[in-house]
C-alpha cells in the first residue's frame, strides 16, 4: 500500500519512501530532563510511536534514533536564560546530572507504561559534546559562524534558504524573533551554538571547546547526533509543532551550512493537547500522567480519538470516555483465547491498514475497529485474531492475555460508572446495552436503593 504523510517542509502530504528499499531513519526529539513530562509532551511520543508502529505494519525495519537533552536547553527556549537542569540543581541543592538521571528515568518509565517503543539508539547531549564541537567547527570553516563576548553564534543571514520550515520569509521571522537582550547578535534571529560559562556560575556541566570553556546551544545536538547516526541521510524528523519556528529551522539551517542539504527527507510534527490554552509547565496547567488517576492506556486512547495533526482537547470527561470505551474492549476479550491459527479478517486489516497509511488517521482507524467488533458476519475467534493485528500499532493490549491484568486491576467500575450516568441522564437504551454487556459477561447488574452494583450470574 502506499504510505501517504504530511510533510511540514512543503505543507502538503506527500507519498512516502525511504532512501533504502527496506529500512527507515527516524530520529525524534526527546525530553529535556530537568523535570516529569507532562501529557501534552507524551502526546507527541504516542503520535511518534504510531508513525513507527505503522511503518513496521508495512513492512520496514525502522532505526529509530532519540536525544536526551540533559544540557543547553535554557530557560528561555533561545539563548537568554539559566539552563533549565542547572537551575533545577540550584534551586533544590542537587546535582545536575542525578537530576538529569532521575527525570530520565521517569521517562522512560511513562513510555513504557504509554506501551511506547523504546528507540532503538538513545543519546545524551551530555555524553556527545565531541560531536557537537566537531559540527560547530564544521559550520565555522563554512563561514556560517561569529564570536561574541557570551558564546559562538550562527549567522542565519549567511543562508537564504532560512525560515523554510515554518515558511516564513527571513524578514518576518527578524520581525516577530523574540526580544532578546543579546545587542551584539548580528540578527534577531541568530542563535547560540556554544555559550561560555561565566566564572560566578561555577556550572557542573562544561568543557573546553575550542572557543572557550563552555557548553552546547541546545539545536546543535540533534543535528550532531542525527549527522553522526545517518551518514547517509534522514527519512523522517518528529518533533511537536512548537519546534518548527525555532529548534527545527535552526536544525535543519545547521545541516544545510554543515553541506548537507535535503538531509532529511520528511519533518512531521504533533498538535498541541489544549485545556483552555496549550498545555506547558510554563502556562501551569501541567498534568503527568500519574495525575491522572487512571490506568494510562485510557490516555493513548483518548489520543488515538484525535488526528496527530489537530489540536487535542482535554478533560477529565473526555478521557472518562475514552477510558469506559477501552475497557468495554477488554471485557469483550474477558475469557477469550487467541489462536494464532485462525486467519485474521482481510477486509478490515485492509482498511485499517489504509487508514494508518492516510497519514496516520487513527481515529478512522478505531472507527474500523469497533465496525468489525459488530460485525455479525465473522465469529468471536476471527474478531480476535484481527483485533491482534491491529493492536501490533493500536497498542492498547487487545489480546485477551494482555486485557487480563487491566480487567483484574480496573475491574468493571469504568464500565459500571457509564451505566449509572446514563441511567441518571435518563438515557436507558444506552444503559439496557451496557446490562447486556454484563450479562455476555456472565455478569448481574443490581440496582438497590443504595444504588448499582455487579454480582456474578
Not at 487513527?362 to 455479525?376: N, V, Y
Not at 446514563?422 to 436507558?428: D, I, L, N, S, T
Request: charged content about 25%; aromatic content about 8%; overall charge negative.
Amino acid at each position: 500500500m502506499t504510505l501517504k504523510l504530511y510533510n511540514t517542509l512543503g505543507r502538503k502530504l506527500e507519498t512516502f519512501t525511504p532512501r533504502h528499499s527496506d529500512e527507515v531513519g527516524l530520529y525524534t526529539c526527546g525530553p529535556t530532563v530537568y523535570n516529569t513530562a507532562h501529557i501534552g509532551n507524551l502526546r507527541t511520543y504516542i503520535f511518534e510511536d504510531i508513525l513507527r508502529r505503522t511503518l513496521q505494519l508495512d513492512g520496514y525495519r525502522v532505526k529509530h534514533v532519540m536525544n536526551i537533552t540533559d544540557v543547553g536547553h535554557l530557560t528561555g527556549d533561545g539563548d537568554m536564560g539559566e539552563d533549565k537542569i542547572a537551575k533545577a540543581s540550584r534551586e533544590t541543592k542537587r546535582d545536575a546530572y542525578a537530576i538529569a538521571r532521575e527525570f530520565e528515568v521517569a521517562f522512560f518509565s511513562d513510555i513504557q507504561k504509554l506501551n511506547i517503543l523504546p528507540p532503538t539508539i538513545t543519546l545524551r547531549a551530555t555524553e556527545t559534546i565531541a560531536l557537537q564541537i566537531e559540527l560547530i567547527e564544521k559550520l565555522e570553516s563554512n563561514g556560517f559562524t561569529y564570536r561574541t563576548s557570551d558564546g559562538i553564534y550562527f549567522d542565519t543571514a549567511k543562508l537564504p534558504t532560512y525560515g523554510q520550515l515554518s515558511g516564513q520569509s527571513s524578514a518576518d521571522k527578524k520581525a516577530g524573533a523574540r526580544v532578546e537582550v543579546n545587542d551584539e547578535k548580528h540578527t534577531p534571529t541568530d542563535f547560540a551554538l556554544w555559550k561560555f560559562s561565566k566564572p560566578e556560575d561555577q556550572r557542573q556541566m562544561e568543557w573546553p571547546s575550542p572557543w572557550g570553556v563552555g557548553f552546547p546551544g541546545w539545536h546543535i545536538e540533534c543535528s550532531a547526533m542525527s549527522l553522526s547516526e545517518f551518514p547517509n541521510g534522514l527519512d523522517i524528523h518528529c518533533g511537536g509543532i512548537d519546534h518548527i519556528a525555532v529548534h527545527h529551522e535552526n536544525e535543519l539551517a545547521q545541516n544545510e551550512a554543515a553541506g548537507r542539504k535535503d538531509f532529511v527527507k520528511f519533518w512531521m510534527h504533533g498538535e498541541f493537547l489544549v485545556t483552555d490554552k496549550r498545555m506547558g509547565k510554563s502556562e501551569g496547567n501541567a498534568v503527568t500522567l500519574s495525575d491522572l488517576g487512571v490506568d494510562p492506556l485510557f490516555y493513548r486512547y483518548l489520543c488515538l480519538l484525535t488526528h496527530y495533526r489537530k489540536q487535542l482537547s482535554y478533560s477529565q470527561d473526555s478521557l472518562q470516555a475514552a477510558g469506559n470505551a477501552l475497557m468495554n474492549l477488554w471485557m469483550k476479550l474477558d475469557g477469550e483465547k487467541l489462536d494464532r491459527s485462525i486467519k485474521p479478517i482481510s477486509k478490515y486489516i485492509e482498511s485499517f491498514t489504509s487508514a494508518l497509511n492516510n497519514d496516520l488517521n487513527t481515529p478512522e482507524a478505531l472507527g474500523i475497529m469497533h465496525e468489525m467488533m459488530s460485525d455479525k458476519e465473522y465469529e468471536r475467534s476471527e474478531k480476535v485474531s484481527t483485533l491482534a493485528v491491529f493492536d501490533t500499532v493500536l497498542a492498547l493490549d487487545l489480546t485477551p492475555e494482555a486485557a487480563a491484568p487491566h480487567i483484574a486491576t480496573t475491574g468493571h467500575e469504568a464500565l459500571l460508572l457509564e451505566y449509572i450516568t446514563a441511567r441518571k441522564e435518563h438515557r436507558f437504551d444506552d444503559s439496557d446495552k451496557i446490562r447486556q454487556q454484563f450479562s455476555d459477561l456472565g455478569i448481574l447488574v443490581e440496582d438497590t436503593p443504595s444504588g448499582s452494583r455487579l454480582r456474578k450470574a
